[in-house]
């Protein structure tokens, strides 16, 4: 009735720790999830900590889904593939983690939360409007300890007033439209040769997306995530780059 002990820890070669109660519904994608991230804990790529982390904080986001709408409902018992594990397809774009990231609209942790724990040395802002999503960001923060995480509850046009962060070095977005107003606003809150990575629908038009960033759109590549999801990075001062690559010529 109440669910399955599945131990969270417990992936490959990996000391299980004290095990975590799923509920049913969400026992299969959580053993889909485990079966994903197998081979980067068995081969040390990823800590058993870390696997822990990430199994406590679907945990979290299922138990509140519904009370807070974090996720659509018909997510709710896929919530580890689709969203976790989603949130993690940036991982393998960088030789090194950034150094700070800023989450635009961050809704339920995603994909902020899931890259603050396996990045624990990179500093994240959470940036989110609605207080009641903010009061589930906060407490997720505090209940997984996770000390590199800041909550930003403002709105993105409202940075420099309500609140305010050191310049970010990547911005990363996922589930948020307006993507060409919303590259020109943020752009006040990162450093000079800061990225941007926006997760890719399925029905969206890459194209078309691309041309209506304008210069932002300039080098902007669409790049498979890890684990199989696409999306389309470049960086906020293109064109400064094509100055400086053209005075080496």
Not at 116 to 145: D, H, Q
Not at 147 to 167: I, P, Q, Y
Request: aromatic residues 6%; contains cysteine; neutral net charge.
């Amino acid at each position: 009735k109440n669910g399955t002990a599945v131990s969270s820890t417990g992936c490959g070669n990996a000391a299980a720790d004290s095990p975590l109660q799923l509920p049913p519904d969400l026992e299969p994608d959580f053993l889909e999830f485990k079966a994903r991230l197998a081979q980067r804990v068995d081969s040390g790529a990823m800590s058993g900590e870390t696997f822990q982390l990430l199994t406590r904080f679907g945990r979290l986001v299922h138990k509140q889904a519904a009370q807070l709408a974090l996720i659509a409902h018909g997510d709710r018992s896929i919530l580890f593939t689709r969203h976790v594990l989603d949130s993690l397809n940036p991982i393998d774009l960088f030789v090194q983690p950034p150094i700070s990231l800023l989450d635009v609209g961050s809704g339920g942790g995603f994909p902020g939360i899931p890259l603050a724990i396996v990045w624990p040395e990179t500093r994240v802002t959470l940036l989110e409007s609605r207080e009641k999503k903010c009061g589930f960001l906060e407490r997720a923060v505090r209940e997984l300890e996770l000390k590199n995480v800041k909550v930003a509850c403002a709105r993105l046009e409202d940075f420099g007033k309500s609140w305010t962060a050191d310049a970010h070095a990547c911005v990363f977005i996922r589930a948020v439209g307006g993507l060409p107003a919303l590259l020109s606003t943020v752009e006040r809150a990162t450093a000079r040769d800061a990225q941007w990575v926006y997760f890719l629908g399925g029905e969206i038009s890459v194209e078309a997306l691309r041309e209506g960033l304008g210069p932002r759109g300039v080098g902007a590549v669409v790049r498979s995530g890890s684990f199989g999801g696409k999306l389309l990075v470049g960086r906020f001062r293109p064109e400064s780059a094509d100055r400086e690559n053209s005075g080496r010529e």
